[in-house]
């Protein structure tokens, strides 16, 4: 009675629990099978920094208002401006303030606080009258700002953008695409201080008279109380306008590092939602795939001045040759190619040099390169490298300059006694017709 009782339990548990696994299992294959739909943003870019390519796009080219991406500009210039300012207190003035437009934290004439915490409030809150005083403050006024702008967008080659305003909302004849904006994202990256305060969620603004307010984060990808959290991800910026929510934001994984651009969306869950499934499905199915080992031959070269006179020896990687890909994603199309140096290569070589690359790449993309080096040290041969430099000494314009002068040298050898002679021969004959003195 007791055996069956237990018999019965277990199969009841069994029974219950078998569900749960089958639903987690299939969950699991569910998300790994197949890339998230980029329906929920009109623009979309994943890229991937260290292999300089795009996992997932979506009109990249077509132009669209910039939105909030505009803060990536306006932020990156003025932190390389104020970068070294950070620390000093400034009282806010009516210039200051005037003239914001977009959502402002409350910031009042005569207030004292920090640089520091106007840029979390401008570029973590993303509040327009924060951005507006750190306009004046670090180029007099947001026009100039914004030529600036312009100025930095042509030289990193945003031939499709214009800014009219530094803080994104919607303005006539202010445009950009995605692939102009992910250059301005990857230039920004870069800096830290724009990174550092564009990745603060929530920030206590304290003022120089005791009082205070609090900054809120407007990307919910930093919110840790947020269902949209995402631990890898920092910055950059997210807002919300006429023409849809966008986010840009930057998140590392494994050793990869990745820029999400989405815009257009239709909502601001829409667009966090999107870039957590994004991360999770690339974070889950894509990283470095190893084509070929460290120590595999990939080719054969001849090696001149060494023992032999000329040697082959083996070309083999000092490294492994590794691409980012996806799990699935079919490799065997790519092509490969060893760049060498143009006038080959001379002994001594050792097995630690690096005498050459070896390349794959996708079409006219490339995607990685390893070190290159020798199959086994290659001594040189003394006696070969003497009779190497004489030639090229007698070959060369030094040698050629020394005959030049040696034969010079020969002829004017020749010649000025020749002149010498002719004149003390002159001087005689004039004494001899004038009856003058004897010459000796």
Known sequence: MKNGMLRFISLLLIFLLLPLFSLGVFAEEESSSSPPSLDAAELFVLYNLENDRMIMQKNLDVEAPPSSTVKLMSGLLICEALGDRVDEKVTLTAEMLRGGSGKPLGLAVGQTLSIRS???????????????????????????????????????????????????????????????SLKIAVAASKNELFMTVSSDYNTKIEFADGSWCFSYGSNELLNKNSQFFCRSVRGMNSGLTDSGACIATFGRHNGASFILIAMGCPSGDARFELAQNVLDYVYNNYGYRTLLSSG?????????????????????LLEDLQVFAGEHEELSALQYSLLLPQDGLTAP?????????????????????????????????DFLVLMDGVKSYLGGRAFKATLVSLGVMLVLSFILPSVALASRQRKRRYVRQRGGFKLK
């Open 118 to 180: 106007l840029m979390l409030a401008a570029f973590s809150g993303g509040y327009s009258d924060a951005i507006t005083a750190l306009s004046v403050l670090g180029f007099g006024s947001s026009a100039n700002l914004i030529d600036r702008m312009n100025e930095r967008a042509a030289t990193l080659g945003m031939t499709s953008t214009v800014y009219k305003n530094i803080t994104g909302f919607d303005t006539y004849g202010q445009k950009t695409t995605l692939r102009d």
């Open 296 to 316: 595999s031959v990939v080719g054969e070269i001849e090696v001149k001045m060494a023992a032999m006179e000329i040697e082959k020896v083996n070309l083999v």
């Open 349 to 381: 070589i050792s097995s630690d040099d690096t005498v050459a690359y070896y390349t794959v790449w996708n079409g006219t993309t490339q995607l990685a390169s390893a070190r290159v080096t020798v199959g086994r040290a290659v001594e040189r041969n």
